[in-house]
């Protein structure tokens, strides 16, 4: 029915799983006294156990059409509910009804350019825990596994089914904001020592987009998670209260390291700013030394060149004109030259 993944994260559906119904049903003794897990039932059988107010948990993966009626058949699933579970377009949500709680989280998942919440629809009665989801969403499949392969998870009420399951929506986050965290480190340390270019600045506008969008997803799901903790039916002893408060504590963590990345990458930004302003003064500097080097040449030939004084007679100066353009050129250089240190001496060049 499902397959180990290579690199050891979790289950993954295998391509004949999806649009299938999953179940797991309260364990039974077999004659030798174990504890056995019933799993996969049909349709039929799911539809007895329901009614017979056993504990289950089906999970449904790319669900169709038929499936979706069948839940709302078994379930009387509010036509909204319906509508609900059949769209991907939802933010994470609390509703409450009579017979049933419905809950709406999303793992994330990053891409290139921004990161993408994949939705994870859960419904919560009596008896029952059902999810409804995409095959994307790997996280449930650890949460499954987990009280597939423990019969003591199931001394517990469904509630518990849920806290596993945000447990695992949760630790999904932690891997990907670790990966920002790093590169915006590295980033961060490159541009200290390289001067920046357009490239790191359009990985820090993704980066950017990226916290933008993993903002967006925790900030709503910390608001489920706490309505999680004020619902009777779901914490109604404090076992089960101290369980989902523990996971409202490490959601704030990871909502507080988005925030402070989030400042990361602006003072990313602002460093790369920073040095293209510098690297822009510098140059505004070298024109503006330059400009002043040759203020004195220009000041000398124009002594040479008056045209606006005549004299009467004449005036002639009594020197060689090769001896007067040694000293006009050796005038030119010495000025050159002691503006050179000058501006050294200041620290200028």
């Known amino acids: 029915m499902f397959a180990l993944m290579a690199d050891g994260i979790g289950f993954m559906m295998t391509q004949e799983s999806k649009g299938m119904i999953r179940s797991l049903v309260s364990p039974v003794k077999n004659g030798n006294g174990e504890m056995i897990i019933r799993r996969n039932l049909t349709q039929d059988d799911l539809t007895a156990v329901l009614a017979e107010q056993t504990s289950v948990w089906i999970d449904i993966v790319d669900p169709t059409e038929q499936e979706i009626h ?73 949460a499954y596994t987990r009280a597939a392969n423990n ?48 490239t790191v600045r359009r990985k820090l506008y993704r980066i950017k987009q ?4 993993l903002r967006q997803m925790v900030a709503p799901q910390r608001e489920v998670l706490s309505n999680v903790i004020g619902e009777e039916r779901l914490t109604r002893n404090n076992e089960n209260r101290d369980l989902f408060r523990h996971l409202y504590e490490r959601l704030m963590r990871v909502y507080d390291v988005v925030d402070s990345q989030r400042d990361l990458s602006n003072n990313v930004l602002d460093l790369i700013q920073s040095h293209e302003s510098q690297k822009l003064g510098n140059a505004v500097s070298r024109l503006t030394i330059f400009s002043m080097i040759f203020l004195p040449l220009t000041f000398l030939i124009g002594i040479f060149e ?14 060689p004109g090769s001896v007067m353009l040694i000293l006009i050129i050796g005038s030119m250089v010495l000025s050159v030259v002691g503006m050179v240190l000058f501006f050294r001496r200041r620290g200028w060049l």
């Not at 839940?71 to 009804?97: A, F, W």
């Not at 986050?173 to 390289?194: A, F, G, H, K, M």
């Not at 990226?210 to 969008?213: E, P």
């Open 70 to 142: 069948w839940l709302q058949e078994n379930l009387k699933l509010h036509p909204l509910i319906v509508g609900d579970l059949k769209r991907v377009d939802r933010r994470p949500s609390l509703l409450v009804y009579t017979d049933y709680i419905f809950l709406s989280l999303f793992q994330p998942e990053i891409t290139l350019d921004t990161a993408l919440g994949r939705e994870i629809h859960c419904l919560i009665g009596e008896c029952y825990f059902i999810t409804v989801r995409g095959s994307e969403t790997r996280s449930v499949e650890d």
């Open 151 to 198: 019969p003591n998870y199931w001394e517990r009420d469904v509630a518990y089914f849920l806290y596993l399951t945000m447990q695992a929506v949760i630790d999904a986050y932690y891997p990907l904001v670790d990966t920002i965290s790093n590169r915006l480190n590295t980033l961060e340390e490159n541009q200290l020592q390289t001067a920046p270019d357009n």
């Open 210 to 213: 990226q916290l933008i969008a």
């Open 306 to 319: 008056l045209n606006f004084i005549t004299t009467d007679p004449p005036l002639s100066i009594p020197i």
